[in-house]
């Protein structure tokens, strides 16, 4: 999902290697958590390269999904990496969605609720495109603890450079926290608001696995590292690399956690 004038989206294999390959593993937790009956049409927001839309395609017996994105080289790889019938794929508007009124038993958004400038209106945009009784749900990054990948790149970041702290997702995104999310779901009158935590092993086959991906500039992280000269990069990739010592086999360890939300629109 597009978010700040700070923040690049392209590239959906760039993407993948950043957060996408364990946005997975959430995902498919989420969807079991909402225990959706079969056969139900979901809108997936935001569904960027796919991950979410994939999970509710193998755990949900969906009748349909459409997910939608503002950004094209996502939706071109979801497209690519999602050959279900069941599943279409368009470039829209978070605020103003492509979708009939009332068209929709279950609305989900994963890891982009924070990165739209008006939550308030995309949710109420939502609540518009669901059926009354609706699921309407959503999942973010724990920016400022349990995301451990991104966490430590800010740590160190802000460390060697102050005014890094501007970009970090934690300092960005108050949102991001479990009475946030309720408060945002409860204000726009949706019912039965409950969060939930969800923590994913992030293994990494080695400190380079971990690295590369800040390299390529899609995100924020990536795309602070990316910009920095030569030796200041240098210097940040030696004091991740300490903080990190491999284990016997090479692999480095760390948890990636969400804070889900869930929420009925009014019948």
């Known amino acids: 999902m597009e978010g700040g004038r700070k923040d690049r989206w392209t590239g959906g294999d760039s993407y993948e290697s950043y957060v996408g390959r364990w946005s997975r593993g959430v995902a498919v937790e989420f969807v079991d958590w909402l225990d959706a009956a079969p056969g139900r049409s979901w809108l997936d927001l935001g569904c960027g390269t796919g991950a979410l839309t994939t999970a509710i395609l193998g755990r949900a017996e969906p009748a349909s999904v459409v997910g939608i994105d503002p950004s094209p080289s996502f939706i071109d790889h979801a497209r690519a990496a999602t050959p279900d019938r069941h599943a279409v794929f368009l470039t829209g508007d978070a605020l103003a969605l492509p979708l009939a009124a009332g068209s929709a038993d279950v609305v989900v958004s994963g890891l982009v609720l924070n990165f739209i400038p008006d939550a308030p209106a995309a949710l109420r945009e939502c609540l518009r495109v669901a059926r009354p009784g609706a699921t309407v749900a959503a999942y973010v990054w724990d920016y400022a603890e349990g995301m451990e990948p991104i966490r430590a790149f800010w740590d160190a970041a802000v460390a060697l450079d102050p005014n890094a702290r501007e970009l970090d997702e934690a300092h960005r995104f108050p949102l991001c926290a479990p009475g946030e999310l309720r408060a945002l779901f409860a204000d726009a009158g949706l019912e039965a608001v409950a969060n939930r935590t969800i923590d994913h092993v992030a293994r990494f086959a080695g400190f380079d696995?971990?690295?590369?991906?800040?390299?390529?500039?899609?995100?924020?992280?990536?795309?602070?590292?990316?910009?920095?000269?030569?030796?200041?990069?240098?210097?940040?990739?030696?004091?991740?690399?300490?903080?990190?010592?491999?284990?016997?086999?090479?692999?480095?360890?760390?948890?990636?956690?969400?804070?889900?939300?869930?929420?009925?629109?009014?019948?």
């Open 209 to 267: 696995d971990y690295w590369t991906p800040f390299l390529s500039g899609t995100g924020p992280a990536p795309g602070y590292c990316a910009g920095l000269p030569e030796e200041r990069r240098d210097a940040l990739r030696a004091r991740l690399a300490e903080r990190f010592p491999p284990a016997a086999d090479g692999s480095i360890t760390m948890t990636a956690r969400a804070f889900a939300v869930r929420a009925t629109s009014a019948r």
